[in-house]
T-cell receptor
């Protein structure tokens, strides 16, 4: 079975600073990787996904992530964060060609002025 | 499309009562998922339907939980009888091509 580890439960950062949210996964077979964002009292919204091909994936709101197969990582980055990026971010994995998602515990990104 | 629609958004019920959560997936999507979110356990898959047929219900906690999908545009998750430990946010999601799931706004359930 696959699993996802998000190494930081909370990441505080100042506005306009860069940020990296870390995600590692475990799977013995090929996987798809996702990052979702959840704003307070909202559902989950897809930020970006890696299915195959280029290991650098660009998503919405200026976020990007890099798939590293050797390190089984899929870290999320943004070069300059805004107050409005304050939210919880979830890394998720699914087996290639299979629909169900396994989520990490989430990382709360706290952006302050 | 209005996205995945869940109702109610909030539900407060007394222990022992029956609770029914409802979901309308995005039109044309053939996969539907129910997830539960709690502080302790995070986001967990409860059940997955494909073409209205339950494919994986291994995440359903116990016999008190049941889910149905009578047609492509409607699904229910029922808890009977409810217990305080069932308090959580329940999300419904739908998908077309196995590469992206679209989530509803969730139902916040409180069992007192």
């Amino acid at each position: 079975a696959q699993s996802v580890t998000q190494l930081d439960s909370q990441v505080p950062v100042f506005e306009e600073a860069p940020v990296e949210l870390r995600c590692n996964y475990s799977s013995s077979v090929s996987v798809y990787l996702f990052w979702y964002v959840q704003y307070p009292n909202q559902g989950l919204q897809l930020l970006l996904k890696y299915l195959s091909g280029s290991t650098l994936v660009k998503g919405i709101n200026g976020f990007e992530a890099e798939f590293n197969k050797s390190q089984t990582s899929f870290h999320l980055r943004k070069p300059s964060v805004h107050i409005s990026d304050t939210a919880e971010y979830f890394c998720a994995v699914s087996l290639s060609g299979y629909s169900t998602l396994t989520f990490g515990k989430g990382t709360m990104l706290l952006v302050s002025p | 499309d209005a996205g995945v629609i869940q109702s109610p958004r909030h539900e407060v019920t007394e222990m022992g009562q029956e609770v029914t959560l409802r979901c309308k997936p995005i039109s044309g999507h053939n996969s539907l998922f129910w997830y539960r979110q709690t502080m302790m356990r995070g986001l967990e898959l409860l059940i997955y339907f494909n073409n209205n047929v339950p494919i994986d219900d291994s995440g359903m906690p116990e016999d008190r939980f049941s889910a149905k999908m009578p047609n492509a545009s409607f699904s229910t998750l029922k808890i009977q009888p409810s217990e305080p430990r069932d308090s959580a946010v329940y999300f419904c999601a739908s998908s077309l091509d196995r590469t992206e799931a679209f989530f509803g706004q969730g139902t916040r359930l409180t069992v007192v």
